[in-house]
Nanobody, 125 residues
């Protein structure tokens, strides 16, 4: 199994930056698609960025050019660098992973991801 733990959430001013981290443990060798989702109470979960173990990255239009997903040198950690934050970025952010490769067509569907963290809150004012 795989366990995911997010860190790095908090509060920021509009225009500011935050970096989220996701630490994976367990049988991580099987992870192929890793990424970040966010959710606001009362709204559907939004897939915002993923990367495939082969290096391909995909971003939601809402964050393209502002957020960057990257993997750490130890391969069991990945990050979401969030720049030019907007109040509408306020949400609880979750990291996710799955053993299948990222789907170019369906990567934003949370149903495709088997492993999830508990989430970290990001508030932008």
């Amino acid at each position: 199994d795989v366990q995911l733990v997010e860190s790095g959430g908090g509060s920021a001013q509009a225009g500011g930056s935050l970096r989220l981290s996701c630490a994976a443990s367990g049988y991580t060798q099987s992870n192929r698609c890793m990424g970040w989702f966010r959710q606001v109470p009362g709204k559907e979960s939004e897939g915002i960025a993923v990367f495939d173990r082969d290096g391909a990255t995909m971003y939601a239009d809402s964050v393209k050019g502002r957020f960057t997903i990257s993997k750490g040198t130890d391969k069991n950690t990945w990050y979401l660098q969030m720049n030019s934050l907007k109040p509408e970025d306020t949400a609880k952010y979750y990291c996710a992973a799955d053993r299948a490769s990222c789907s170019a067509r369906l990567w934003r569907s949370r149903d495709l991801y088997q492993f999830w963290g508990q989430g970290t809150q990001v508030t932008v004012s």
